[in-house]
């Protein structure tokens, strides 16, 4: 049974650029979110997709955007990159309706410079 | 939003102590989970527990949702126990995002 995986593992962009990170959701779960980790905090929801759609979203302006796809993987992509979104990018699965614990992948480690 | 404390922020332990990780949450809860951090950034399922207690060998957690509060005990700490530990809860609002606490790095000496 695979677990959450995520790619790329690290990534280093310049300022202004634009990235996209990719995840891919535990087997059987529907729901992805993404969340951002800097350094010494604890993660900050970004958003949460379910059946394609933008589920609910946390304080985080436009230039985040994401998206799933069919097979329920997902995309986080971001925009006009500034120094201050180097952080830890985590995504985790879950299911929509049904309780029960969340699964986390390995992250992606963005450092903009 | 909802609010989550974790204390203390730092504990530095000698190996084979025990100690007591809070996690304080400020509104109704569907869900808490407790988390391991490795030195890689992997966040590792600790417990999923929005009420009563589990154990799962040296470690064991109580969520007392009435008031507000949940409990990791770990015993007999090991020098690989060393990380930090998270706890994470979802607001009764049906939405399922977590909201984490800002953590309790834990330093196990040998």
């Known amino acids: 049974d695979a677990g959450v995986t995520q790619s790329p593992t690290h990534l280093i962009k310049t300022r202004g650029q634009q990235v996209t990170l990719r995840c891919s959701p535990k087997s059987g779960h529907d729901t992805v979110s993404w969340y951002q980790q800097a350094l010494g905090q604890g993660p900050q929801f970004i958003f949460q997709?379910?059946?394609?759609?933008?589920?609910q979203r946390g304080n985080f302006p436009d230039r985040f955007s994401g998206h799933q796809f069919p097979n329920y993987s997902s995309e986080l992509n971001v925009n006009a990159l500034l120094l201050g979104d180097s952080a830890l990018y985590l995504c985790?699965?879950?299911?929509?309706?049904?309780?029960?614990?969340?699964?986390f992948g390995p992250g992606t480690r963005l450092t903009v410079t | 939003g909802i609010q989550v404390e974790q204390s203390p922020p730092d504990l530095i332990l000698q190996e084979g102590a025990n100690s007591t990780l809070r996690c304080n949450f400020s509104d109704s809860v569907n869900n808490l989970q407790w988390f391991h951090q490795n030195p890689w950034g992997q966040l590792i399922n600790l417990f999923y527990?929005?009420?009563g207690t589990k154990q799962n060998g040296r470690l064991s957690a109580t969520t007392v949702a009435t008031e507000r509060y949940s409990l990791l005990y770990i015993s007999s700490s090991q020098t690989t126990d060393s990380g930090v530990y998270f706890c994470a809860v979802e607001p009764d609002t049906g939405r399922r995002a977590l909201t984490f606490g800002s953590g309790t790095r834990l330093q196990v000496q040998p």
């Open positions: 985790a699965s879950t299911l929509a309706f049904e309780p029960g614990e969340q699964y």
């Open positions: 997709y379910y059946e394609e759609e933008e589920r």
């Open positions: 527990i929005p009420s």
